[in-house]
């Protein structure tokens, strides 16, 4: 992992591989984050008892991320948990036949997911690409192949 929690930070061109292992919000990139996130990458193989993890992003409470990817074997698919948030032009590809969703977890009302894509050909998931009890934001261009 990158960075445990970051508030108002702003991480650009960097790439995260190898295999955690944690309780909730594990990722490759940052467990708890606000700020901006550009061309990231992370491949990385996430083992949690529970909890939303994320390949790139655990939880992501503010902000923008975009133009990255995120790879791997783990229960979660991009990030985790999103608020209040950004999300564009970004990719996720789990490998694991235990995954939930996709793309999020969790995303809130004030979230906008624009332009982004799941690849999950290599699992057996049928649950759509972000999983919430509260989400009634923007989700467009979010699909499954």
């Known amino acids: 992992m990158l960075a445990g929690t970051g508030s ?10 190898g295999k955690l292992k944690g309780r909730a919000y594990i990722s490759g990139l940052a467990s708890n984050l606000r ?3 550009e061309a990231c990458y992370t491949n990385v193989s996430i083992s949690v008892p529970t909890g ?10 503010g902000g923008s991320i975009e133009n990255s990817y995120s790879e791997g074997n783990m229960s979660g698919g991009f990030i985790g948990e ?16 235990s995954f939930y ?9 004030a979230s906008t997911i624009l332009n982004s894509y799941v690849n999950n050909e290599k699992t057996s ?3 759509p690409p ?8 923007t989700v467009a261009w979010v699909s499954t192949k």
């Not at 108002?8 to 591989?17: K, L, R």
């Not at 939303?52 to 409470?61: D, E, Q, S, T, V």
């Not at 999103?82 to 036949?97: G, H, M």
């Not at 969703?101 to 009302?109: K, L, P, Q, V």
């Open 8 to 17: 108002n930070a702003s991480i650009t061109n960097c790439y995260v591989t």
């Open 101 to 109: 969703y996709g793309f999020a977890c969790e995303a809130d009302s």
């Open 82 to 97: 999103i608020d209040n948030a950004v999300v564009e032009n970004c990719y996720s590809s789990v490998t694991s036949s």
């Open 52 to 61: 939303a993890n994320g390949g790139l992003i655990g939880r992501f409470k």
């Open 125 to 127: 998931n049928t649950r």
């Open 130 to 137: 972000v999983g919430s009890n509260n989400f009634t934001g």
């Open 35 to 37: 700020g901006t996130v």
